[in-house]
Nanobody, 123 residues
Framework: QVQLVESGGGLVQAGGSLRLSCAASGRPFNSWTMGWFRQAPGKEREFVAAINWSAGSTSYSDSIKGRFTISRDNAKNTQYLQMNSLKPEDTAVYYC????????????????WGQGTQVTVSS
């Protein structure tokens, strides 16, 4: 079983930065992808970014591209989302997710999910 635990959320002012972390435990035996999704109240869960664990290939949503950076530390079995130039529109619960195979922007394509961490950006 794979378990994902997010951390690093908080309250920041517009223009500020946060770094989210997602620690993974379990035994994935195939090449897999980890990513981030976010969901604001009353809105659908949307793709943010993803990274292929072995190759390091990344994929980003157009809404955050250039501001957020996804990375991973294989030794720590942890992925990160560095969020810069945060906007109030970025306010949401951010979820870590994982799947086997290539990067994907479709939430339904991810098998494992963390509990989420709240990111609030004030104006």
């Amino acid at each position: 079983q794979v378990q994902l635990v997010e951390s690093g959320g908080g309250l920041v002012q517009a223009g500020g930065s946060l770094r989210l972390s997602c620690a993974a435990s379990g035994r994935p035996f195939n090449s897999w992808t980890m990513g981030w999704f976010r969901q604001a109240p009353g809105k659908e869960r949307e793709f943010v970014a993803a990274i292929n664990w072995s190759a390091g290939s990344t994929s980003y949503s157009d809404s955050i591209k250039g501001r957020f950076t996804i990375s991973r530390d294989n030794a720590k079995n942890t992925q990160y989302l560095q969020m810069n130039s945060l906007k109030p529109e970025d306010t949401a619960v951010y979820y870590c997710a994982a799947r086997w195979g290539a990067t994907s922007s479709v939430a339904g394509g991810y098998r494992y999910w963390g509990q989420g961490t709240q990111v609030t950006v004030s104006s």
